[in-house]
């Protein structure tokens, strides 16, 4: 299956550029490039621990459509 659209990413980051955009919650720093902030506005991350896995998951209100395997979206 091909992905279109924007895709999801996480690093770990050891320098901050100037336009980065940053969200704090209690000791968990994330950090945004300013291209990808505005696509992001109101997004929740989350850790999900269960019987069919684990990870992250992010519930994103500017995604419009996303594909099937919800790895990408379209705003």
């Known amino acids: 299956m091909i992905c279109h659209g924007y895709q999801y990413g996480m690093a770990f980051e050891s320098k901050m550029g100037d336009d980065d ?4 919650k209690g000791i968990v720093k994330v950090i945004m490039d300013s291209q990808s902030a505005p696509l992001l506005q109101g997004a929740e991350v989350d850790y999900v621990d269960s019987l069919q896995g684990s990870g992250f998951s992010i519930k994103n209100p500017q995604a419009k459509t996303t594909c099937g395997c919800g790895s990408s979206f379209s705003s």
């Open 21 to 24: 955009t940053v969200v704090e």
